[in-house]
């Protein structure tokens, strides 16, 4: 693999957040702690950041409920950073519900973007009603094309679900139940080139 192309890509201050867990209520809790509140204060540390980072990346569970209000809540808390602000639906999300929502500018719903020289490449992971992830076929089809058109560029991949165990109860519980499917389209990615 050659990896001089890289050297077209600049360095970046991505900030990634993931489980969010609004409600279409800010007084609703989840195990017992307000999820705006926790949210709110997570944006003040982002707002404080200097320099201001280049994007947000939020990868999924941004509603705990999936009802619009929740959405515009974020939405309403994210427009005032005036960060660009990508996402991806987690387990929790409706995807339908958030597609309309999250869409105003400096929030963007594209999947595959550039930055900088980077590409990135979001994957939705998530199988309705259930809390483990999975990648369809038309899913794997899509990131193998996207590949293919930027891989002259260091390119990240982002999914909701943990591709691989973490030896943790909770969280193994809510994998990528066809990881492997992942990885070995990884090595035939990595073989070609």
Not at 21 to 39: A, C, D, P, V, W
Not at 81 to 110: R, S
Not at 136 to 148: A, H, I, K, R
């Amino acid at each position: 693999m050659n990896f001089d192309r890289y050297d077209l890509a600049f360095p970046l201050h991505v900030v990634q957040i993931t489980d969010i867990h609004l409600f279409e209520h800010s007084n609703q809790r989840l195990l017992g702690l307000s999820t705006i509140e926790s949210f709110q204060a997570v944006l003040e540390q982002v707002s404080a950041l200097d320099p201001k980072p280049d994007l947000l990346l939020l990868t999924g569970d941004l509603s705990q409920d999936g009802k619009p209000e929740s959405y515009k809540i974020l939405q309403n808390l994210l427009l005032p950073l005036g960060i660009p602000t990508y996402w991806l639906p987690g387990n929790h999300d409706c995807f339908a519900t958030m597609e309309p929502i999250l869409k105003v500018p400096p929030i963007f719903p594209q999947k595959a973007f550039q930055v900088g020289g980077w590409s990135f490449l979001l994957l939705n992971s998530q199988v309705p009603n259930c809390v483990h992830g999975q990648l369809s076929p038309p899913s794997l089809e899509w990131l193998d094309q996207q590949l293919q058109a930027v891989k002259e560029s260091p390119t990240i991949v982002g999914l909701h679900h943990p591709p691989f165990i973490v030896e943790s109860d909770w969280l193994d519980s809510s994998t990528l139940q066809n990881s492997q499917d992942l990885f070995m389209f990884w090595i035939g990615i990595l073989t070609s080139n």
